[in-house]
Nanobody, 128 residues
Framework: QEQLGESGGGLVQAGGSLRLSCAAS????????MGWFRQAPGKGREFVAA????????RYADSVKGRFTISRDNAKNTVYLQMNALKPEDTAVYYC?????????????????????WGQGTQVTVSS
């Protein structure tokens, strides 16, 4: 069972920045589209951003567009989420996810149930 590993969460003031990282095995990373989701207390898991296997197709939730940037480094088997201009409403546990899609280099997926593998999550807290 593949296990993804997130890091980079923490406590930051509103307006600040954080960069989340998610590492996967080479076998999984090089055959998967990747995504970031978040879950705030008492709420469901929410789509944040997704990137295709070849990095050529990217999608963002409207709530983070213009502030967050997703990227992937295939040499390091790592996907990143650069978060700028953070707001208190961005406070949540952030999860990365992988969808096995070796034959579709451009697919991006925005629903949680499309992903087979998940990390344990990393807490992001934005103070006002």
């Amino acid at each position: 069972q593949e296990q993804l590993g997130e890091s980079g969460g923490g406590l930051v003031q509103a307006g600040g920045s954080l960069r989340l990282s998610c590492a996967a095995s080479a076998r999984t990373f090089r055959t998967s589209a990747m995504g970031w989701f978040r879950q705030a207390p008492g709420k469901g898991r929410e789509f944040v951003a997704a990137i295709s296997l070849n990095g050529g197709n990217i999608r963002y939730a409207d709530s983070v567009k213009g502030r967050f940037t997703i990227s992937r480094d295939n040499a390091k088997n790592t996907v990143y989420l650069q978060m700028n201009a953070l707001k208190p409403e961005d406070t949540a546990v952030y999860y990365c996810a992988a969808n096995f899609s070796p034959h579709n280099l451009m697919v991006v997926l925005t629903t949680a149930n499309s992903y087979e593998y998940w990390g344990q999550g990393t807490q992001v807290t934005v103070s006002s």
